[in-house]
């Protein structure tokens, strides 16, 4: 079983940046594929970026491309989200995902079967 606890959301103006973190927890080694996604207020979830772990190798939704940057600290089992450039089309609650996967390069939700609690990130106009 793996947890991941997600921290680091909270309220800015456009055109800021935030930092998220995601803190994995329990047997990590069965997660192939870490992601972000996010869920606005009457809309599907959305995967935004994902690597595989233990690697550098990243793929990221057309809607964050060049803003947001997915990272890990493997010595911290710590997954992070870069984002500048904030938008308010930016706002939603922010989760935090891993999967066995073998092939990480799917922004699907239904792909991930571990999530966090998620945090929320808001941008102001």
């Known amino acids: 079983q793996v947890q991941l606890v997600e921290s680091g959301g909270g309220s800015v103006q456009a055109g800021g940046s935030l930092r998220l973190s995601c803190a994995a927890f329990g047997v990590t080694y069965s997660t192939n594929c870490m992601g972000w996604f996010r869920q606005a207020p009457g809309k599907e979830r959305e995967g935004i970026a994902v690597?595989?772990?233990?690697?550098?190798?990243?793929y990221y939704a057309d809607s964050v491309k060049g803003r947001f940057t997915i990272s890990q600290d493997n010595a911290k089992n710590t997954v992070y989200l870069q984002m500048n450039s904030l938008k308010p089309e930016d706002t939603a609650m922010y989760y935090c995902?891993?999967?066995?996967?073998?092939?990480?390069?799917?922004?699907?939700?239904?792909?991930?079967?571990?999530w966090g609690q998620g945090t929320q990130v808001t941008v102001s106009s």
């Open positions: 690597m595989y772990t233990g690697s550098v190798s990243t």
């Open positions: 995902a891993g999967s066995a996967l073998a092939s990480c390069y799917t922004l699907l939700a239904s792909n991930y079967n571990y």
